[in-house]
């Protein structure tokens, strides 16, 4: 069997794919789910492609969860585990004056906080080692901020500064660490994503509408979030992976307008999209 890779989230979207391609390509793979039913889908998904892989339980939001799952997954790997995709994450919608201090402390909690603490985690067994990879799922979101999204924006802009930092601690002891910002994909996570109490009231209600409608109408055209799983896997089979990778035609695109054009063009086309101008 091949290097032991814990793959958080692993339930659906991006971390489902995920932990499937890398099963397919041989890794020794622990997907981490909230519950059991969530566990029984990745094993029944894996079962229906013919592979193998297992699952722990814990809940990334939860401290002591988070410790419990991980010294579970120690005595699976031997140790520790070679790499971890901290992919598990939420999406929050609301403008800043909409959302309250506790959900403002939840986002932060799942995006930011807890990749940081899977990494504190991790670490000691694989600097022992001498090798290792933390790969962190960020977003487009994480290089540029939109309107009614900027909790979740925020949460992936510290996620990428934390990431930086960490990647340049570690590298002595041999651990890579890596970014993957993805575009928009079909994950489901826009659908889920949660609203403030004055999304239907308030006076961004007709901007709300307007972002649920367009999630609806466009979802069915995102494409598969196996490619946002490729990468992942090319950045673990890599000897050299790059610190960033932008995957997606859209994030691309998405970062080199936010180069090249001026502030004020880029905020009123954001403002005229979302429909808060």
Known sequence: MGASVVVTGANRGI??????????????????????????????????RGLALRSVLLDVADAASTERGFAEIAELTGGGPWAVVNNAGFAQAGAIAD???????????VNLVAPARIARLVLPAMRERGEGRIVNVSSIAGRLSLPLLGWYCASKHGLEAMTDALRMEVARYGVKVVLVEPGSFATGIWEGARYPDQADDGEYAAAYRQARTSTARLTPFMPSPSWVARTVRLALASPLPLARYLVGLDAVGGVVAEWLAPTLITDRVKELVAGVR
């Open 15 to 48: 971390g489902l794919e995920t932990a499937l391609q890398l099963a397919a390509a041989g890794y020794d793979v622990i997907g981490t789910a909230r519950s059991r039913d969530k566990a029984r889908a990745l094993l029944d998904a894996a079962a229906a």
């Open 99 to 109: 959302v309250d201090d506790a959900a403002v402390r939840e986002q932060l909690e």
